[in-house]
C-alpha cells in the first residue's frame, strides 16, 4: 500500500521561474493538505483540498502561490516567480476524510532558490 | 495565532539514557500528536492523544496529554542510536471549522551517543 508520494524530491529554481509541486494522496483518501517547512522550523500549514475543491487556503501567501487537486491525477503546488525565500521543504499530507482522522506525510519536495 | 513552544531545541544523550521533551500552548487543543522527521523525509505519526490527561505508550515511547489541555510530553526509554532525529508536536482542534490544521512545535533534534 503506497504512502504519500510527493515529486520532485528536490527542485532547484532560480529568481524569477516556476515551481511546480506534485502530490499524489494515499490510495482512498480525498483529502490534501500542504504544510511550509522553513530550515530549523516546524511544519506550517499553506492549503487544504479536496477534489476539485479548495477548502481552506488562509495559510498560503495570496500571490504567486496557487494549488490545485484535479478530479484525475496529483494535487500541484505551484509557485510563480520564486524568490529566495521561497526556499523550503514542501510537505503535502493526505487523510481519509476530515479533522480527526490521521494525516500522513510525504516525504516533502526540497525547493532551493538561487 | 496559535503558538506551540517545544523544549528543549536539541538533545544529545548516551545510548541506553531515557529522554524527555514537551510542548506548551498559548491556547486549547483538543487533540496532540508527536511525529518523528528522519533527515530528508517526511514527519511520520508516533503518537496520538485524544483526551486530557491521556497517557499512551507506544514501545519505549509514552506520550501524555496535560489536563489543561495546554501541553503534553514525550519519553524515550532506553535510547538507541535509530531514535535519532527530530520530533515534533503538534496540536490539533477536533471542533470548528479548522478542526484538520496541525500546529507544529519548532521540533527537537535528538542526537545518540552509541
Known amino acids: 500500500n503506497a504512502g504519500v508520494m510527493q515529486n520532485p524530491r528536490h527542485l532547484v529554481r532560480r529568481r524569477g521561474q516556476e515551481a511546480r509541486l506534485r502530490c499524489s494522496p494515499m490510495k482512498g483518501h480525498s483529502h490534501v493538505y500542504w504544510y511550509r517547512q522553513l530550515p530549523e522550523e516546524g511544519l506550517k500549514f499553506m492549503v487544504y483540498l479536496q477534489k476539485e475543491n479548495i477548502i481552506d487556503e488562509s495559510g498560503m501567501p495570496k500571490e504567486r502561490f496557487s494549488a490545485e487537486f484535479p478530479k484525475e491525477g496529483p494535487s500541484i503546488l505551484r ?3 520564486v524568490v529566495r525565500g521561497d526556499s523550503a521543504a ?3 499530507a493526505s487523510s481519509i476524510s476530515q ?3 490521521t494525516q500522513y506525510f510525504g516525504p516533502g519536495t526540497r525547493l532551493l532558490v538561487l | 495565532g496559535q503558538q506551540l513552544n517545544q523544549s528543549p531545541q536539541s538533545m544529545f544523550i548516551q545510548e541506553g539514557e531515557d529522554v524527555s521533551m514537551n510542548c506548551t500552548s498559548s491556547s486549547i487543543f483538543n487533540t496532540w500528536l508527536w511525529y518523528k522527521q528522519d533527515p530528508g523525509e517526511g514527519p511520520v505519526l508516533l503518537i496520538a492523544l485524544y483526551k486530557a490527561g491521556e497517557l499512551t505508550s507506544n514501545g519505549r515511547l509514552t506520550a501524555q ?3 489543561t489541555r495546554k501541553d503534553s510530553f514525550l519519553n524515550i526509554s532506553a535510547s538507541i542510536p ?3 532525529g527530530i520530533y515534533f508536536c503538534a496540536g490539533q482542534l477536533s471542533s470548528g471549522g479548522s478542526n484538520y490544521k496541525l500546529t507544529f ?3 527537537t533534534l535528538l542526537t545518540v551517543n552509541p
Do not use: H, L
Request: hydrophobic share 30%.
Open chain 1, 79 to 81: 509557485i510563480q516567480q
Open chain 1, 90 to 92: 514542501y510537505f503535502c
Open chain 1, 99 to 101: 479533522g480527526k482522522e
Open chain 2, 65 to 67: 496529554f496535560g489536563i
Open chain 2, 82 to 84: 535509530s531514535d535519532v
Open chain 2, 105 to 107: 512545535g519548532k521540533g
